[in-house]
C-alpha cells in the first residue's frame, strides 16, 4: 500500500515561516505529481501548490510570491516552504500525490492525513 506522511506543522507568528515535508512510501513505480492542499475550518479544500512533472510548479495566488514548493524525487518527498505567513493561512494542510502503484497501470491520487498550521496575529 501506499502512504504519504506530513511533518512540520505547528504554531507560528503572523510574518514567520515553516517547512513542511510530505514523503510517500510503499509499492511506487513512479510519481507524476505531487502537492499541498489545505482546509480551513468551515471552508472546502483548496489547492495551495503543485510540482508536477511536466507543467512543473503552480501556486495559488494567495501564496505566490509567499510559498515555495519543491520535490526531491529521490526520496519521493515534496515540501512547501511557507514564509510571511498570514492569520489566514491557518489550516489542515495536506499533502497529495498522483502516482502509479507497481504492477498496474492506472495513475490514481493518494492523500496524507494533515497536518496543522496555524498562525496567530
Known amino acids: 500500500q501506499v502512504q504519504l506522511v506530513e511533518s512540520g506543522g505547528g504554531l507560528v507568528q503572523a510574518g514567520g515561516s515553516l517547512r513542511l515535508s510530505c514523503t510517500a512510501s510503499?509499492?511506487?513505480?513512479?510519481?507524476?505529481?505531487m502537492g499541498w492542499y489545505r482546509q480551513a475550518p468551515g471552508k472546502q479544500r483548496e489547492l495551495v501548490a503543485d510540482y508536477t512533472n511536466d507543467v512543473g510548479t503552480n501556486y495559488a495566488d494567495s501564496v505566490k510570491g509567499r510559498f515555495i514548493i519543491s520535490r526531491d524525487n529521490a526520496k519521493n518527498t515534496v515540501y512547501l516552504q511557507m514564509n510571511s505567513l498570514k492569520p489566514d493561512d491557518t489550516a489542515v494542510y495536506y499533502c497529495?500525490?498522483?502516482?502509479?502503484?507497481?504492477?498496474?497501470?492506472?495513475?490514481?491520487?493518494?492523500w496524507g492525513k494533515g497536518t496543522l498550521v496555524t498562525v496567530s496575529s
Open positions: 510503499g509499492n511506487i513505480f513512479t510519481i507524476n505529481a
Open positions: 497529495n500525490a498522483d502516482l502509479l502503484v507497481t504492477d498496474t497501470i492506472v495513475f490514481k491520487a493518494y
